[in-house]
């Protein structure tokens, strides 16, 4: 997995799914001030990292579960990765919407699913976790066992870590920040200088640069 984690994290960067800029940093829709930007919709755009990041999931999925029954992406970002994933693994696939549709069935959850039925859930990123979570929620609440989780990358909050832990949810990511910028460093992506500065985020991204 750390070969993966590696190899994940250097595409993410080469593609520039994964923006690092120290000296001038994002600001989140959360306002938070960030000097990393992640848009995981882009490995769509290149076959050869999306195909690595479909196999890698498969290969994750029959390894710590084996019994999954269904792939279930959360909308948006996940929508098309979990159908790689279920293709891959010629499972059944379903995905979760942020809210419930306003019109026709009110669906919250697309495709079918049945009660009793075990889905690991694809998600593209997680940060603090809210809003992957609520769709663990709906599947439960469908009466599915969610076996677990697995994401391209996670910044690795605290935060993230006890939300899902408080949901007895398990939560595995293909790559994460800490290897992503080792990675960085070591491919020149990032001078020595701003690692200090990446690192320093990441402990309390909410005060970072107040």
Not at 50 to 79: C, H, S, W
Not at 103 to 117: D, P
Not at 178 to 206: F, S, T
């Amino acid at each position: 997995m750390q070969d993966t984690a590696k190899q994940v994290a250097e595409y993410l960067l080469q593609i520039k799914a994964i923006k690092l800029e120290p000296t001038n940093p994002f600001t989140w829709a959360s306002g938070w001030k960030s000097p990393i930007y992640c848009d995981n919709r882009k490995t769509l755009s290149y076959p050869e990292v999306r195909t690595y990041i479909k196999k890698a999931f498969a290969e994750a999925v029959l390894t710590k579960y084996p019994d999954v029954e269904v792939i279930a992406g959360v909308a948006t970002g996940a929508i098309a990765l979990g159908a790689l994933v279920a293709e891959e693994m010629n499972l059944p696939m379903v995905y979760i919407r942020s809210s419930a549709k306003a019109h026709g069935m009110t669906n919250l959850i697309e495709g079918e699913i049945k009660a009793g039925q075990k889905v690991v859930v694809i998600e593209d990123l997680i940060s603090t976790g809210g809003s992957s979570l609520k769709a663990v929620e709906a599947l439960r609440e469908a009466n599915c066992e969610v076996l677990g989780m697995l994401a391209i990358f996670t910044y690795g909050f605290q935060t993230a870590a006890d939300n899902f832990a408080n949901a007895n949810c398990k939560l595995d990511t293909l790559s994460n920040y800490n290897v992503m910028i080792d990675r960085a460093q070591e491919i020149g992506y990032v001078k020595a200088e701003d690692v200090d500065q990446l690192k320093e985020w990441r402990k309390d991204p909410a005060n970072w640069r107040k």
